[in-house]
């Protein structure tokens, strides 16, 4: 099935939310033959009851076509746990503390995987006063580039939007910081826990 909206989401996110097909087609004003139909993949929910049975069933419009219900498990909102969505037509970068379903461009966005540092990607940290001054060993090139870095703590991010024409580097303020990620356009995102680093040192 490859229409708007799948079925199967419908049937999931109804019996999550412990409801009949017959009192889900009460609040739509339709008919739990209706409701069956759409569940089974012989018909299709209007486009016009979208917005009423996203509501009725707990989730966003977009959920409901992406067919993926968000379950945030983040509810501490703890930074570390940060994820970094980056949109591959326009290089959009959003962050979101949790999950969630991002689209841009007409893409959906699914979350950054960071890695460990590489040879082509080596990170050099050192300790300025109240700083880290950040620098990534990488060309930056119009084709290829580090488009940000970041600095994250329990409680805070700290983020570099980089460009081409300028240097692979950064300054962050030291305060509580535990990792630092930076995301390559070809190769995607990075991340290296600052413990494991000393002044000058290099990963």
């Given at each position: 099935?490859?229409?708007y909206v799948t079925g199967a989401i419908i049937k999931e996110l109804r019996e999550k939310n412990h409801m009949t097909q017959?009192?889900?087609?009460?609040?739509?004003?339709?008919t739990d033959k209706?409701?069956?139909k759409w569940e089974t993949g012989k018909g299709y929910p209007d486009i016009s009851l979208l917005e009423s049975l996203a509501k009725e069933l707990n989730v966003s419009i977009?959920?409901?076509?992406?067919?993926?219900?968000?379950?945030?498990?983040?509810?501490?909102?703890?930074m570390l746990r940060s994820k970094f969505y980056v949109c591959p037509v326009?290089?959009?970068?959003?962050?979101?503390m949790g999950e969630a379903v991002i689209n841009c461009h007409g893409v959906r966005l699914t979350v950054c995987e960071p890695e460990q540092t590489d040879e082509n990607h080596r990170i050099f940290i050192e300790r300025v006063e109240d700083e880290?001054?950040?620098?990534?060993?990488?060309?930056?090139?119009k084709t290829h580039y580090i488009s940000f870095m970041a600095a994250v703590s329990s409680d805070k991010i700290q983020m570099v939007k980089l460009y081409p024409e300028g240097n692979a580097e950064a300054r962050f303020k030291i305060n509580g910081v535990k990792k630092?990620?930076?995301?390559?356009?070809r190769d995607g995102l990075?991340?290296?826990?600052?413990?494991?680093?000393?002044?000058g040192c290099s990963a």
């Amino acid at each position: 099935m490859n229409q708007y909206v799948t079925g199967a989401i419908i049937k999931e996110l109804r019996e999550k939310n412990h409801m009949t097909q017959a009192k889900l087609a009460e609040k739509l004003s339709v008919t739990d033959k209706s409701i069956s139909k759409w569940e089974t993949g012989k018909g299709y929910p209007d486009i016009s009851l979208l917005e009423s049975l996203a509501k009725e069933l707990n989730v966003s419009i977009t959920e409901l076509i992406a067919g993926n219900a968000v379950s945030n498990a983040n509810v501490s909102a703890n930074m570390l746990r940060s994820k970094f969505y980056v949109c591959p037509v326009c290089g959009n970068v959003i962050h979101s503390m949790g999950e969630a379903v991002i689209n841009c461009h007409g893409v959906r966005l699914t979350v950054c995987e960071p890695e460990q540092t590489d040879e082509n990607h080596r990170i050099f940290i050192e300790r300025v006063e109240d700083e880290y001054f950040v620098r990534i060993d990488h060309k930056m090139m119009k084709t290829h580039y580090i488009s940000f870095m970041a600095a994250v703590s329990s409680d805070k991010i700290q983020m570099v939007k980089l460009y081409p024409e300028g240097n692979a580097e950064a300054r962050f303020k030291i305060n509580g910081v535990k990792k630092i990620l930076f995301y390559c356009n070809r190769d995607g995102l990075f991340s290296l826990d600052v413990n494991r680093m000393t002044d000058g040192c290099s990963a």
